[in-house]
C-alpha cells in the first residue's frame, strides 16, 4: 500500500460527504484494480445514486468482470492500443496485455448477458502514438467485432520545452511558488506523426459505421472537428478558445484525499479532504485565487492540449447515466437525485 494512500473506509466517508453534492465518480490511474476492493468501492456508490466509471488497461478484467457487472457501475473505458502486436509493444513488461485484455472485455460481455444487465456501456479507447497511428482503422476493425458499445480514439497530450517554460514562468509570478512538476512530463515530439493518414482512418471509420449501420458509436478527443494537421503540428495554438471550466465543477482526488482539479496539476493540490471535507478545500483561498487567475488571464499556454478541457468542452459527451440500445434509443439506468 502508498504511504498514506485511502482505505476503502476513507473512500466510503468521501462518498457520504459529497453524496446529493457530486452526481458523478471516475475511477483512474495508474490502474484502479490494483486496489483489490475497488468493486466494492464502486458498488457503495451506486447505491448513494452516483454514476461510476472506471478507466483500465484491462489487464485484470477477467477475474473482476462478474463483480464489477453486479456493482451496476455504468461506464467502464479500456485501453487498447492497437492490434495484438502493436499493443503488446506499447505495454512491453506486461505479458501478453492484448490477450489479457481481450478475455476481460470477453468476460464482461458474458457476464452482462448472463445477469441481463444493460450496463456497464463498455468503451474502447485508443490512444494515438507513433507506434500505432498507422494501425487506426485495423484496431476498429477488432473492436467492431467486440460485444462493446463504442470506439474511442484520443489524439493525445503532449507539449514542448518552449511552452512549459512560458507556463512555469507565469505561475511563478502569479503564485509565488514552484511549477506543476507534472508539465515536463507531457513533453513529446510527434513531427512523425502522419496526420494525413490519420485523418484518412478516421474518415474510413465514420463512413463505414454509417455504411453498416453498424450498433458501434465513434468518438474522438477532442470531441469537436478540429484540424488534425494543426492540432499535432501547432500545439501552442489552442483548438478552441472557450475558457476552462473544469477548476469550478471538476475535483481529482489523489489517492491520499489531496484534491486538485486536473491530471496536468497533479502536484498542486488545494487541501485534503478526508481531513478538511470537500466544502472546505473547494471553497479554500488558494483555490479561489487560482480560479480568479484562470478568469483574468485565460489558460495556461501548456493547457493547449488538455484532453481534460477538451472533453468538457465536448458538446455530444456521452452521459454515463444513459444507455445507448442497438437502435439508438435511450434509456435510464436509474434516476439521479438532484444536488441540494
Known amino acids: 500500500m502508498l ?17 446529493g453534492k457530486v452526481l458523478h465518480l471516475s475511477f483512474q490511474g495508474g490502474e484502479p484494480f490494483v486496489k483489490k476492493d475497488m468493486t466494492e468501492i464502486i458498488r457503495y456508490a451506486a447505491r448513494k445514486n452516483f454514476t461510476t466509471q472506471i478507466v483500465t488497461n484491462g489487464t485484470l478484467l477477467s477475474q473482476y468482470a462478474e463483480s464489477l457487472v453486479s456493482s451496476e457501475v455504468d461506464y467502464i473505458v479500456v485501453s487498447l492500443d492497437g492490434p495484438e502486436q502493436v499493443h503488446n509493444t506499447i505495454r512491453k513488461g506486461i505479458g501478453n496485455a492484448f490477450k489479457e485484455t481481450e478475455q476481460g472485455l470477453s468476460a464482461l460481455a458474458e457476464f452482462k448477458a448472463k445477469l441481463k444487465k444493460p450496463i456497464p456501456i463498455i468503451a474502447v479507447a485508443m490512444t494515438l502514438t507513433e507506434q500505432n497511428q498507422n ?15 463504442i470506439f474511442h480514439i484520443q489524439f493525445g497530450i503532449f507539449t514542448t520545452e518552449a511552452i512549459v517554460q512560458a507556463s512555469s514562468q507565469r505561475y ?60 499535432y503540428r501547432d500545439p501552442e495554438i489552442f483548438v478552441s478558445n472557450d475558457r476552462c471550466t473544469l477548476p469550478w465543477k471538476y475535483a481529482q482526488v489523489m489517492p491520499n484525499g489531496d ?11 488545494f487541501g485534503n479532504i478526508l481531513q478538511n471535507g470537500l466544502k472546505n478545500v473547494w471553497n479554500s483561498s488558494k483555490a479561489k485565487k487560482f480560479r480568479a487567475h484562470l478568469n483574468q ?10 484532453d481534460t478541457y477538451m472533453e468538457a468542452l465536448n458538446p455530444c459527451l456521452i452521459t454515463t447515466a444513459m444507455i445507448f440500445n442497438r437502435e439508438g434509443r435511450i434509456m435510464k439506468q436509474r434516476t439521479s437525485k438532484t444536488p441540494a
Open 135 to 149: 494501425h487506426i482503422y485495423e484496431t476498429y476493425e477488432l473492436v467492431r467485432s467486440m460485444d462493446v458499445q
Open 3 to 19: 504511504e498514506n494512500e485511502m482505505t476503502t473506509g476513507d473512500f466510503k466517508r468521501i462518498i457520504d460527504d459529497i453524496a
Open 172 to 231: 511563478e509570478e502569479a503564485f509565488h511558488s514552484s511549477p506543476p512538476k507534472s508539465w515536463g512530463g507531457f513533453i513529446r515530439d510527434v513531427s512523425a506523426f502522419d496526420t494525413i493518414n490519420i485523418k484518412k482512418q478516421i474518415e474510413e471509420i465514420r463512413e463505414d459505421i454509417k455504411r453498416t449501420h453498424s450498433h458501434l458509436i465513434y468518438r474522438q478527443t477532442p470531441g469537436f472537428e478540429c484540424d488534425i494537421h494543426r492540432y
Open 297 to 306: 488571464k485565460g489558460l495556461f499556454p501548456v493547457c493547449s492540449r488538455c
Open 259 to 269: 484534491l486538485t482539479f486536473c491530471l496536468d496539476l497533479v502536484n498542486v493540490t
